[in-house]
């Protein structure tokens, strides 16, 4: 079966349909316990998923963006599940949407760079979290412009840090008023916020059934163009 090249981002639609199928027939798979390789399957998939939600989600005008639901704030009307994941923190300043967890997670997956959930400053990038069981159970995702190293982001010179600091207000002087640039204890120069350094970040915990219940949720919301009726606006259950 070929894949469908066009405007509307019917390859797109014709991956995420066929990899969602993938991820239910995997479930119906015969297979022994220590050849379980769901959770792997479920993390290629969603990295996929995600770097086309992310960019399609970009080109789209703002009310065709809501009518996705991905607007919805985390802990009310979030789907999939999303409402119910573990924020360990969330430094930014805006207020979390579905589509900015979602942004966040892509992030993470798709600049790795050896995350450490016990640093105070975890870089982006996401681990396993062990529980004693031998198996995994969840996943941590981290995501942060800030850090370096599992660490917090420092710079030689001063002008560096401020350098840095504007490029994250941009043209809103007023966003992120306490944070400052400032010279730390051993020399360097980083951001500080009250006088303690500072970065934005955010970390999450997915349990692998909600790492499930988003890879299925996005299979069938990128799947939609892929039904040559699809208004836009009414979502079927394609990947099911």
């Known amino acids: ?76 009307d979030a789907p999939w599940g999303l409402a119910e994941i573990k924020i360990v923190r969330n430094t930014f300043e805006e207020k979390l949407t579905a589509a900015q967890i979602l942004r966040h997670i892509r992030n993470a997956m798709s600049h790795p760079t050896g995350t450490d959930l ?35 982001r420092t710079w030689a010179k001063p002008e560096q840090a401020k350098a840095h600091l504007a490029r994250i207000r941009g043209s809103n002087e007023k966003s992120f008023p306490h944070i400052m640039a400032e010279q730390s204890a051993d020399g360097a120069y980083g951001l500080f916020r009250h006088g303690e350094p500072f970065a934005r970040e955010f970390v999450a915990i997915l349990s692998t059934t909600q790492i499930r219940s988003l890879v299925l949720g996005l299979s069938n919301l990128l ?11 009414s979502f079927r259950q394609l990947v099911a």
């Open 118 to 152: 016990t640093s105070p400053f975890s870089s982006t990038g996401y681990n396993s979290i062990p529980d004693g069981s031998g198996s995994i159970s969840s996943i941590v995702f981290s995501s942060s412009p800030d850090t370096k190293r599992n660490r917090h």
């Open 223 to 233: 799947a939609q163009p892929a039904d040559e009726h699809f208004d836009g606006r």
């Open 1 to 76: 079966m070929e894949y469908y090249q066009d405007p509307h981002h019917r390859i797109q639609a014709d991956i995420a349909l066929r990899i969602g199928k993938i991820a239910l027939q995997y479930d119906v798979m015969p297979r022994p316990p220590q050849e379980d390789f769901s959770v792997t399957l479920h993390l290629c998939i969603l990295q996929n998923l995600l770097t086309n939600c992310v960019e399609l989600f970009d080109a789209m005008s703002r009310p065709a963006q809501r009518e996705l639901g991905l607007c919805a704030l985390h802990e009310k």
